[in-house]
């Protein structure tokens, strides 16, 4: 075989590869790729349908949690960023992405998981007993 046919080999095959990895959107994530950013302040994650989250919710609307404590919520079954966001601050609390789960709460250094734990999280900075 000569230099000749292992050039042209060589140039369908980076060709075959290059358009696989176009298809299967390799190159776009790479390059249009936005930055995870985690927003300031207490985030309450929840997945939309969720029951656990439910009850957070209620226990929020019951004792007006929002009236007292400024937080922002983030729905993550249904949305794509927000799931990216969730398993940033759940890495940065060493929560690995198999052991995520909603609801969870984030002030910035640690999380809250479960319902129990949030509720707790939210008793403790509202001084309700």
Known sequence: MGKENIFIISAIVIIMLLLLGWQAGFFAR???????????????FYGQGCPHCKIVDD???????????????????????????????????Q???????VPLLYDGKNCFTGDVDVINFFKTQTGIQ
């Open 30 to 44: 790479i390059f249009s790729a936005k930055p995870i950013v985690i927003p300031e302040g207490i985030i309450l």
């Open 59 to 93: 226990f929020i609307t019951q004792n007006k949690i929002e009236d007292k404590v400024k937080f922002t919520r983030l729905e993550v079954w249904y949305n794509k960023d927000n799931q990216a966001i969730i398993g940033k601050a759940a890495k940065k609390c």
């Open 95 to 101: 929560i690995t992405s198999n052991e995520v789960g």
